[in-house]
């Protein structure tokens, strides 16, 4: 149903904007990592068997569900910019979040999560806000464009021609993801879907997942996460954020569906797994089909929330991602070191 809807209130884009493909960091990045031989953690047992136990998925044991409402803008040089404020009024995360007052660029018929436009209900809604300009990615969490200014808890830059050290953007820093990580690489689209059903392969990439706070352990996260959002389970067994979950070889794909995207998403998890980035309660997260080429419901596609259902914990495995590390909240930033961009040397940053 959310799919449906907000297909509806995004129906009024504009043509300004345009048809891209998700933005992408270099091949020698975590997220393009195959994992199908990595090694498991060794506690990948009592973990898988705990979480089936709780009830795997928040939406249910065997409800993997889909969440198709985030939307990445892409914008050229022209793109008129807004200047980040921070909302609300001194909880803005800092100093993981970039400086307050930086130009984040809302090229004409661009939209936040949810949204048809650049408005949200960021005092109640995550209204994530995902831009690509050149080689550089703008986040913002809990965004909303009031009075030309972006209000925001957090504004981030990613530089997407960088891989970044283990610690990403800063240990103990979080991002418009609990865990620290980038948004907009870890989704997946119809486009990029469609383009591995040509090829009988797969996306590429991890993808991002969720589960409910009460499944994630408290106050520690195994890389590649940086940080822990709300977890609040003391047991030993439950999930630190930045897991990389593995769907099992043995899984039986052929066996499972005939649906070549189904199939396409199942090949992915099974060479690329999908890291635990945030806490709710819709474990997947798809970009919505308004802005690509192709769409979720065309027959070669055929996708849908509930795709995926049938698939639980227990057919996953938890790749070893070393040793757990204490939250402390003191973040301390990697230093910014990207290469010179034409688009920033000309009054957008």
Known sequence: MRYLLVIAAL???????????LPRFPAGAVWNQD???????????????????????GTGSTHFQIDFSMVVVHADASSPTVPVVGYPEGEYYSPDCDDPGFAFPVPAGGAIEGSSNYSCDNDGEDCHLLVVQGTQLFEAYRANVSSGQLQTQCGVRWDLTRVYPAEGRGEQCTS???????VAPLLFNADEVYAAIQSQGDIGH?????LPNNRMREDVFVYPATHAGGPSSSSASSI???????????????????NEGVRVMLRTLKKYGMVLADGGSVPLTAEVDTLTT?????????????????????????????????LTYD??????????????????D
């Open 35 to 57: 994992i199908s031989a990595a090694p498991l953690s060794p506690t990948s047992g009592s973990m898988i068997d705990w979480l089936q136990g709780q009830g795997g998925w």
């Open 240 to 258: 630190p954020y930045g897991s990389r979950f593995r769907l099992k070889a043995g899984f039986d794909i052929n066996g499972f569906s005939s």
């Open 206 to 210: 991890a993808i991002r997942f969720i």
């Open 11 to 21: 129906a009024a884009f504009p043509a300004a904007v345009s048809a891209d493909p």
């Open 331 to 348: 973040c301390v930033r990697t230093p910014d070191t990207p290469p010179a961009d034409p688009l920033f040397e000309n009054g957008f």
């Open 176 to 182: 418009v993801d609990a865990a620290g990580f980038p």
């Open 294 to 326: 192709h769409k979720w419901d065309e027959a070669a596609i055929d996708m849908d929330s509930h795709s995926l259902f049938g698939v639980q914990a227990s057919d996953f495995e938890i790749i070893d991602p070393g040793p757990l590390i204490d």
